[in-house]
Structures are given as C-alpha cells and as structure tokens.
C-alpha cells in the first residue's frame, strides 16, 4: 500500500456503498470513506510489519450486517495504538483515532500474535438491498 493507493481506495469503498444503498444515507458513506482512509494512513504512517520493516501491507474488510456497517483494517503490527484523549496541542498528529471514534458509532482494536485488527461501527437502517457481502 502506499499513499498514492488511499484515493483508489477512497473510490472503491464508496462505489460499493453505493452498490449497497448507502451512498444516499444522510452522511454514513462520508464517515465510514472517513474512517477508512484514516485507518489505512495510520497504517502507512504507524505499523511495522516484524517480518519486514518497510512493508505497509493492510488488508480492509468493510461488512454490512443487519444494521449497520464494519470497516475492518488488519495489519501485521501487534502495537496497540495510542488513542489517548490528552494530546499535545502542539503535536501534528495523534488525533486519527481520536477521529475514528467521533465519526463512528463503536470502535476497537483486537490484537493477536499476527498483528491487530482494528473495525469501526457505523449503524446504518436497512435499505432493501441485500445486507449480505463484503468487500475484500
């Protein structure tokens, strides 16, 4: 991954929202683009792959269950990252989580030998379209 692919990214989440009837809901689409790119860039600017250090490998998972939708960005750092709410007000960054949080409805880290997976919530009404399927 690097940064270049985030908008490719950008567009094929959104194009697949669209695909599920999300993309005409009130603001849920922005925040869950949103959330994803900041989620990938973290990623590029944050995780260190222990089997090789230059690697910013992810891989994304984004779900639509009953209700809701789930972005998952899996990365092979087991670092469980900094979330804090005290930052710094002169710090240039830390605050991508903190965003994460304000723009979802629930969010977590989960971490295991091979790295961490971290997903954000984002309730959603259902649209009649197929709530089925994910996008790899």
Do not use: Y
Not at 34 to 62: C, F, G, Q, S, W
Not at 68 to 93: C, H, M, R
Request: charged content about 25%; hydrophobic content about 45%.
């Amino acid at each position: 991954m690097t940064p270049q692919s985030l908008g490719i990214i950008r567009s094929i989440v959104g194009a697949h929202l669209g695909l599920w009837g999300v993309s005409n809901l009130e603001d849920i689409r922005d925040r869950v683009v949103l959330a994803i790119d900041e989620l990938l860039a973290n990623v590029l600017d944050h995780a260190m792959d222990p089997r090789d250090a230059t690697a910013k490998d992810a891989k994304l998972l984004v779900l639509r269950i009953p209700g809701a939708l789930v972005a998952v960005v899996t990365d092979a750092d087991t670092t469980v990252p900094n979330d804090s709410t005290e930052l710094d007000e002169t710090s240039e960054d830390g605050r991508g989580l903190l965003l994460v949080k304000s723009v979802s409805d629930d969010f977590g880290v989960s971490v295991n030998k091979d790295g961490k997976d971290i997903w954000a919530k984002f309730l959603c009404p259902e649209t009649g379209v197929a709530a089925e399927g994910g996008l790899r």
